[in-house]
């Protein structure tokens, strides 16, 4: 079933080369990233740290701290809400954050100049919140994406040449997606080292079932052997050789 996997998401990395999906390891690590976040005018506390809660509370079972989970939270620029200190404490406990655009739609539907100002608007955003950490990564909304996309963050300073897409989409923000229990058991059977995990926050609803999913995901994957951990740190493992990015 891992080869199966891993051969089906190599088709997609050939279709669309200016994309990633999954890092070509063979070590049971991958990268566990968040989608939307936070929850669009919420007051403190956002409902995103019911995630970061569920992390930490896995976290606590680990001996080893080296094999704590980290994720890497994709921010919605327009999102950002009263709870001033989410992005600076999600820091602080080991996540990453990365651009998710200004707003919630297609941005391969923009003009690229448009898509250049929402894009770098986030940015500006992001790290004037925490300016110390490096904004490494941007994520297309419905994971489409245009040439002149391409071009606005090959040429923006700090980014990854690429698109950060996913290789696991449980469908969470379907109706009826949202059921923790489906989502752990999605997770479970297309998992595979070097795998990217998307899952979402963005809605009080759907926070909910991500964090409640979590505490049903980690357990399972920690009991396989798998490492999860940010995007950039699965990224930054030397590849096998006998595997094409």
């Known amino acids: 079933m891992t080869d199966f996997l891993q051969k089906g998401v190599e088709k997609l990395t050939a279709l669309f080369p200016a994309a990633i999906f999954y890092k070509p390891i063979s070590e049971r690590m991958m990268a566990l990233t968040i989608d939307d976040v936070p929850v669009p005018e919420a007051s403190s506390p956002c409902p995103t740290r019911w995630i970061l809660t569920a992390i930490a509370e896995h976290n606590q079972s680990v001996s080893n701290q080296e094999e704590n989970v980290r994720a890497t939270f994709f921010v919605i620029g327009s999102h950002l809400n009263e709870d001033r200190t989410l992005l600076t404490d999600l820091v602080a406990q080991g996540h990453e954050v990365a651009n998710h655009g200004l707003i919630d739609t297609w941005p391969a539907l923009q003009s690229k100049m448009r898509f250049t100002e929402d894009f770098r608007r986030t940015h500006d955003l992001l ?85 409640a999913a979590l505490r049903l995901i980690l357990p399972n994957l920690q009991s396989q052997g798998y490492r999860v951990t940010t995007l950039s740190h699965l990224w930054d493992q030397s590849p096998d050789n006998d595997r094409s990015i």
């Open 127 to 211: 790290t004037e919140q925490i300016p110390s950490c490096p904004i490494r990564w941007y994520r297309p909304g419905r994971a489409f994406y245009t040439s002149q996309m391409l071009e606005t963050v090959q040429q923006t300073e700090g980014y990854e040449p690429t698109f950060a897409l996913a290789s696991m989409l449980p469908l969470d923000t379907l109706p009826g997606g949202g059921n923790p229990r489906l989502t752990a058991r999605y997770v479970a059977q297309h998992v595979f080292p070097g795998a990217i995990l998307l899952l979402h926050g963005g809605s009080v609803a759907r926070s909910r079932n991500t964090a």
